[in-house]
């Protein structure tokens, strides 16, 4: 038995304080998930079950409160997960894994990040010290092997050999592809007013020149912007497939793989070849990719590393031209590579990294 995608969703990605920063995750993914059921012909009663990535929100079950607030029966209970990054396209896995094992159907997999919402978070002690605000929690143990994001992205354009002019030339390019690139009939559910994503503008060299360092070649320029965002794909069995009379995308396999948690924007490298091994491909065997960045750096390095045409990644522009909803990015990619697909044809290839060393790598075929 295969899984298919036949449908796939997502709301714009918008910069956070901006259009969307008066939505609650349920209200930000309810209306994607809506629309992905009537994209595909699903009545809310066939759904099985809702998986649902998540990284900065305030706990609870996120995928409960939108399978609600989206008109879903109460006997579907709803699965959060929080892999960071990673769990966008993780859901992805998890609802192939339920479908091909005979244990659902239809299951709805995607994502929900509001950076603008997210609540505040402080640490306690057992002293009774007061408590003390944090924005990133730990990833892993050791706390000279858990580096800040953009810190580590700069010790790999050190040691990888890839300058700020490079970087900047990457963010140049996925921004121009994204403002040339005419949004898919499908792709995006107007929200609040969007109907694209609006952060892509045309930059010059000139421009990204003048972006003050975050970290060392790490510039505001070459990296993704917090933002907020939805997106959702109906997985569904071949059975369900054939009664409804449609082809949709094959999920052909995937792989999740840690790495060095200090060189975290490596990942995706061992994800993708294991993706590839896994479904007996090679990397020139795939018509298109969308690989996150949320590093310039990061982008290059896992192109060249993976052996991929960089001509097809990302042909719509990329997360530097986006925005970075942590938790919905990966499916963002799905969506995204979906809707390309259904234009290019032949085999797809969704990867992303994620924080602590961990990456996720997922193959789609027409």
Known sequence: MTAHIIAACRSAVVPRNGAFSNLTLDALGAPVLHAALVQAGIAP??????????????????????????????????????????????????????VESGAAHVVIAGGVESYSRRPLRLRTFADGS???????????PWSDRDPDMAAAADVLAQSAGIP?????????HSHAKACAATPHNGEIVTLNGQARDPFARNLSDALVARAKPVSGSIT???????????????????????QLGCNGVAILGGSTKGHAPDMPALAPVAAIKAALENTRLRPQDIICSEIMEAFAVQAIACVKGAGLDPDQVNIGGGALARGHPIGASGTINAVRLFHEMQISGGKGLAAIAAAGGIATAVILAT
């Open 220 to 242: 505001a320029a070459n990296m993704a912007v917090a933002a907020d965002g939805a997106a959702f794909c109906v997985v569904v069995s071949d059975q369900m497939r054939r």
């Open 45 to 98: 009663a066939q759904v099985d079950e809702v998986i649902l990535s998540n990284a900065i929100g305030g706990g609870g079950n996120p995928a409960r409160l939108v399978a609600l607030a989206a008109g879903l029966p109460e006997t579907v209970a709803g699965l959060s997960i929080d892999r960071q990054c990673a769990g966008g396209l993780d859901a992805l896995l998890l609802a192939k894994a339920m």
């Open 164 to 172: 700020r002019t490079q970087q900047d030339a990457w963010a140049i």
């Open 130 to 140: 007061p408590p003390m605000a944090y924005d990133q929690p730990p990833f892993t």
